[in-house]
């Protein structure tokens, strides 16, 4: 009975006993660019879809109109740019240096395109816990953090004035030139050119 109760005791302790070491230690991952805990990935994931799931209301990206993607523009450029990217530009030195780093939100394989736009007003109300993502609940409307999210969802399909407006800032007299010139940067830049060798 002794020998069960030590034993015990002993189990409970090792997992706090083991988890002081690996951070007092220095081995427990303190820099952006570290690799992550053990689990890490799975307990911020995981937690961040169960609670999205529980609280999301979703509105039909239908009902905005472009008044609202161009408000929504210009909300990103003040708010979002400097780490989640422009279209047709390379990715923020800022979002490079994050972990985990910051999606380039115009970018093919990183834009939020597929997620309902509620789910992604979740994110820019709440902000994503020991991440550099910031809820933006205090800093914008509810009206603007849904614009700005029917942006993020239509990030591939944009109407031709609003890509414009979102383009990295050219030099003032370029700026007119490209405003009047009819057509539209395509918003993900195609692939390069295969004649050019990598
Ligand atoms: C200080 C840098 C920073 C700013 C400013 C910022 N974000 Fe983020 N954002 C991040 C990081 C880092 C992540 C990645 C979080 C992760 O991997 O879970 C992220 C994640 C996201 C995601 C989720 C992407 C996905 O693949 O699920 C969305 C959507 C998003 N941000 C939108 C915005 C919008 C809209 C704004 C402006 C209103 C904004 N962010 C401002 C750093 C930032």
Known sequence: MKGFLVGLIL???IVPIAVF?????GQSPAAASDAPMPFEKFIAKGALH?????????????TFNAGDLAAGAEVYRTNCAFCHGLPLQAPSAASQGMFPHAPQLFTTK???????VGVTCWKVKNGIRLTGMPGFQKALSDQQMWQVSALMASADKL?????????????PAEATSAASSATPAPVIPPPASPSQPK
């Open 159 to 171: 109407p031709p004035d609003v890509l414009r407006s979102l383009l990295p800032a050219a030099a």
């Open 11 to 13: 189990g409970i302790l």
């Open 50 to 62: 169960a609670r999205i799931k529980k609280e999301t209301q979703d509105r039909e990206l239908s």
């Open 110 to 116: 990183e834009t939020v395109t597929d997620d309902p």
């Open 21 to 25: 070491f690996y951070v007092e230690t």
